[in-house]
C-alpha cells in the first residue's frame, strides 16, 4: 500500500518529492535489514550541498507537520511493542530505524551496511 500510494502522489507534479519519499519508505519497509542511512549530501560540493541542505530541511519541516510525525508514532509505538520480547528486539530496532526516516525522509538514503570479513590467518586457525 505504501508503494501505491507513492506512485499515486506521485501522479501530481507537486506531490513528486513527496511520493519519492513514500516510495523509499516502502522499500525499507519490504527490507529493512542490512541497510544502513546515510545523507545524500556526504559526496558534494560544500557550496551545492549547503543549497541542498536548505531545502532539505524546508521540505522535511513542512513533512514532519503534516504527515510525518503520525508515521513516526506509529514506528515508534510498534517497535516498542516488537521490544516486549527478546526475539522482536531486531524488528523494534528496525522499526525505532523506520522512525527516524519518517520523521524527517529528505536529505536520507539507503546503503548496504559494510560486511565485516575475517583475515585469512584467523579464518584457518578455527
Known amino acids: 500500500t505504501w508503494f501505491v500510494t507513492g506512485l499515486v502522489i506521485c501522479l501530481t507534479i507537486v506531490g513528486i518529492p513527496c511520493g519519492w519519499q513514500v516510495i523509499k519508505i516502502s522499500v525499507f519497509l519490504l527490507f529493512p535489514f542490512g541497510k544502513s542511512?546515510?545523507?545524500?549530501?556526504?559526496?558534494m560540493d560544500p557550496d551545492t550541498a549547503?543549497?541542498?541542505?536548505?531545502?532539505?530541511?524546508?521540505?522535511?519541516?513542512?513533512?514532519?507537520?503534516?504527515?510525518g510525525w503520525i508515521l513516526a508514532i506509529q514506528a515508534f509505538l510498534t517497535g516498542i511493542a516488537?521490544?516486549?520480547t527478546i526475539i522482536g528486539i531486531p524488528f523494534g530496532w528496525q522499526c525505532f530505524?523506520?522512525?527516524?526516516?519518517?520523521?524527517?525522509?529528505?536529505?536520507?538514503?539507503f546503503s548496504a551496511e559494510g560486511e565485516t570479513t575475517l583475515p585469512a590467518t584467523y579464518a584457518t586457525m578455527y
Do not use: S
Request: aromatic share 14%; with cysteine.
Open 50 to 67: 549547503c543549497c541542498h541542505n536548505c531545502c532539505h530541511c524546508l521540505l522535511n519541516v513542512v513533512w514532519a507537520l503534516t504527515a
Open 82 to 84: 516488537f521490544c516486549v
Open 97 to 109: 530505524k523506520l522512525m527516524y526516516i519518517c520523521f524527517r525522509p529528505f536529505g536520507i538514503d
Open 37 to 43: 542511512l546515510v545523507y545524500t549530501t556526504d559526496g
